[in-house]
């Protein structure tokens, strides 16, 4: 697929225009809400205006960077899939996350350990609920499948 093909931000895709080292948050909590949810590409060197197609000056310093970030700043860390593309003689990295069956996955930064996911074209902080769904996601259970600590016999239903 073309990166022109991309028209804005969506859920399923995001864009940066540069690889920000120094606030990796800014693009891990993307990496975050895409494996809480459906899978998705994060695509660097595209602005979000889809006019302009910037590209990255260094496509494998910024590879290692980014494999590096992903490894040592998410946990658990999500199945990724690094992707160098080039398109009217410029370099894109395209970062494939796949869909998490360890849910919740978490960025690890700030001081802090958040959960995102993905509501609409924007990655937003898990609320206790969200959590709470990622967690029995994730332990490959669902709420109706959940023993209670009563037991059958102490039931009347008089």
Same mark, same amino acid.
């Given at each position: 697929?073309? $990166?022109?093909?991309? *028209? !804005? ?6 864009? %940066? ?7 990796? %948050? ?23 205006? #889809? ?6 000056? #260094? ?6 960077? $980014? ?9 658990? +860390?999500?199945? +990724?899939?690094?992707? $160098? ?7 894109? *990295? ?5 869909? !998490? ?6 960025? *690890?930064?700030?001081?802090?350990? *958040?959960?995102? $996911? ?19 996601? !994730?332990?490959? @259970?669902?709420?109706?499948?959940? @023993? ?11």
């Amino acid at each position: 697929m073309k $990166i022109r093909a991309y *028209i !804005g931000e969506a859920t399923e895709y995001d864009k %940066k225009e540069t690889l920000e080292e120094r606030r990796p %948050k800014s693009w891990l909590k993307s990496v975050s809400a895409f494996a809480n949810g459906s899978g998705g590409v994060l695509l660097f060197g595209v602005a979000d205006d #889809d006019v302009v197609l910037k590209g990255l000056p #260094d496509v494998k310093t910024a590879s290692e960077k $980014i494999s590096e970030a992903v490894k040592s700043k998410m946990d658990p +860390i999500p199945s +990724i899939e690094l992707q $160098i593309r080039q398109e009217e003689g410029k370099n894109f *990295i395209l970062l494939h996350v796949a869909a !998490g069956a360890e849910t919740p996955y978490y960025y *690890i930064g700030d001081g802090g350990r *958040i959960a995102y $996911i993905r509501v609409g074209n924007e990655s937003v902080q898990a609320t206790a609920t969200d959590l709470k769904r990622l967690v029995l996601r !994730g332990s490959n @259970s669902t709420y109706d499948s959940l @023993s209670t600590l009563y037991r059958f016999e102490s039931f009347a239903f008089t």
